[in-house]
């Protein structure tokens, strides 16, 4: 049976809610998901967890990583600014934050390393992302904050254990914006596309 990780932040900075925390919190521990591609089905465990909005919980998903593995790993976070959901293809390896984080950490115009921009090699371009019931775009920036942070980490652990597991991030607009329900069902696509490959008719 694939497992899967999901991942949320609680509330931080002027946010007393964020709706990461909710969604991950109720969503299945155990889901049906069809191949969007092709034939085939399978149930999915999906492990969730709540990252704190810190360094410690930036590095979470990469610490494990150095003693298990998922068949997938989908990161979401609040983007307040939004309004729609954003599939973030890249993590830049730059810190800028406008806030302190929980911690009461500021970093300003830092570095995570010095091996430059990750992206994703997810090939979410290939998806047809434009057919999707749920209104979503693809996205280059995924801020300078704890949510790029918590990317870069991961995908840059990924890289050092040569896994091939596909990772993303998903930012999410405030509940004004987007409903837990469509939320939840964007989460059930996104991982549907990122535990199937995409199928070349010939």
């Known amino acids: 049976m694939p497992r899967v990780l999901l991942t949320g932040f609680g ?3 002027n946010h007393d809610v964020n ?3 909710g969604i991950v919190e109720s969503f299945p521990s155990l889901i049906p998901i069809k191949n969007p591609f092709g034939k085939g ?3 999915v465990s999906v492990e969730k967890r709540i990252l704190t909005v810190d360094e410690m919980g930036s590095q979470w998903v990469a610490n494990e990583l150095d003693s298990r593995e998922w068949d997938a790993i989908l990161h979401l976070g609040l983007c307040g600014e939004c309004t729609r959901p954003r599939i973030e293809v890249r ?3 730059k810190l800028d934050m406008r806030i302190p984080d929980n911690s009461g ?3 300003n115009d830092g570095r995570l390393s010095e091996s430059g921009n990750l992206q994703t090699p997810v090939p979410v371009k290939k998806w047809g992302i434009e057919d999707w019931e749920i209104d979503v775009e693809i996205s280059n920036d995924a801020g300078l ?3 790029n942070e918590t990317y870069f980490r991961t995908l840059e652990a990924l890289n050092t254990h040569q896994f091939a597991i596909p990772c993303l991030f998903l930012h999410l607009p405030s509940s004004d914006h987007f409903s837990k329900q469509d939320a939840s069902k964007l989460v059930r696509q996104m991982l549907a596309h990122m535990l199937y490959k995409p199928s ?3």
Request: hydrophobic share 35%.
């Open 105 to 107: 950490r500021q970093v």
């Open 19 to 21: 709706p990461t925390e």
């Open 41 to 43: 089905s399978s149930e």
């Open 145 to 147: 904050f704890i949510c």
């Open 200 to 202: 070349i008719q010939v």
């Open 11 to 13: 509330p931080f900075g």
């Open 91 to 93: 993590a830049q390896d």
